[in-house]
């Protein structure tokens, strides 16, 4: 039976639904008393409907840092694939800089992490037979990803680098997966629709398509700033 039936435009869906149920509990539903009862215990800790949907939360990240990979390596103009991360990372700054109280040096949100690992993986292809500078450039790299703090930071970065690696090795990448990331074998659960993976596109196509999935983040994020204010 044939696994792998899953295609990039699926995997996209999946990461944006994770990341909206983890972003509305964080933002939105933190604080309603419904979400913070006990379900049930597990190993002595409280398990609620906020937990579990953080926990859901948390597929988002990999399959993220996972198609950034993908993008990567299929892209036939990696200049605009890194302009285009610039152009929203930008642009999401300004609703992220609403949910978090203002702008702030330390602390940006995840496509600037998306990012630095795009241009982290043009540095490996660039410098490819000169591993010594590879490794000085991404030691550099992981210092300045700690030290300004954007979302996931730099396990984000350094998954995101391992990931290209590892890219012939599943279980690798989701064994790096649960070590780095937080929360740890929960995130580690993402590798489960990635080893369902295809390697077709999918459905999303074209430049509307493509866009519309760029413009879904800082729409999202825009969008729960407002629906907070009013619960």
Same mark, same amino acid.
Request: hydrophobic share 55%; with cysteine; aromatic share 16%.
């Given at each position: 039976?044939?696994?792998?039936?899953?295609?990039?435009?699926?995997?996209?869906?999946?990461?944006?639904?994770?990341?909206?149920?983890?972003?509305?509990?964080?933002?939105?539903?933190?604080?309603?008393?419904?979400?913070?009862?006990?379900?049930?215990?597990?190993?002595?800790?409280?398990?609620?409907?906020?937990?579990?949907?953080?926990?859901?939360?948390?597929?988002?990240?990999?399959?993220?840092?996972?198609?950034?990979?993908?993008?990567?390596?299929?892209?036939?103009?990696?200049?605009?694939?890194?302009?285009?991360?610039?152009?929203?990372?930008?642009?999401?700054?300004?609703?992220?800089?609403?949910?978090?109280?203002?702008?702030?040096?330390?602390?940006?949100?995840?496509?600037?992490?998306?990012?630095?690992?795009?241009?982290?993986?043009?540095?490996?292809?660039?410098?490819?037979?000169?591993?010594?500078?590879?490794?000085?450039?991404?030691?550099?790299?992981?210092?300045?990803?700690? *030290?300004?703090?954007?979302?996931?930071?730099?396990?984000?970065? &350094?998954?995101?680098? !391992? @990931? $290209?690696? /590892?890219?012939?090795? #599943?279980?690798?990448?989701?064994?790096?997966?649960?070590?780095?990331?937080?929360?740890?074998?929960?995130?580690?659960?993402?590798?489960?629709?990635?080893?369902?993976?295809?390697?077709?596109?999918?459905?999303?196509?074209?430049? *509307?398509?493509?866009?519309?999935?760029?413009?879904?983040?800082? &729409?999202?994020?825009? !969008? @729960? $700033?407002? /629906?907070?204010?009013? #619960?």
């Amino acid at each position: 039976m044939n696994h792998r039936i899953l295609s990039g435009s699926a995997l996209k869906l999946i990461a944006m639904v994770s990341m909206v149920v983890d972003h509305s509990a964080l933002f939105l539903l933190k604080n309603q008393l419904v979400l913070s009862q006990s379900l049930f215990s597990w190993h002595g800790r409280e398990i609620t409907w906020y937990y579990l949907m953080r926990c859901f939360g948390r597929l988002a990240f990999p399959i993220f840092a996972f198609l950034i990979v993908e993008g990567f390596i299929h892209t036939h103009d990696r200049l605009k694939y890194g302009r285009n991360l610039l152009i929203f990372a930008l642009i999401s700054e300004i609703p992220w800089a609403l949910l978090h109280n203002g702008f702030h040096i330390f602390g940006h949100n995840v496509i600037f992490t998306l990012l630095w690992g795009f241009l982290g993986l043009c540095a490996v292809d660039r410098f490819r037979d000169d591993w010594r500078r590879i490794g000085l450039i991404l030691i550099a790299m992981l210092g300045v990803a700690f *030290v300004f703090r954007a979302d996931y930071s730099g396990p984000g970065f &350094a998954l995101i680098i !391992l @990931l $290209y690696v /590892l890219r012939r090795h #599943l279980a690798l990448q989701a064994l790096v997966g649960c070590c780095i990331l937080p929360m740890k074998w929960v995130a580690g659960l993402a590798f489960i629709p990635i080893g369902m993976y295809n390697g077709e596109r999918g459905f999303i196509r074209g430049q *509307v398509g493509k866009y519309l999935f760029y413009i879904f983040y800082p &729409a999202h994020l825009l !969008l @729960l $700033y407002f /629906l907070q204010g009013n #619960l």
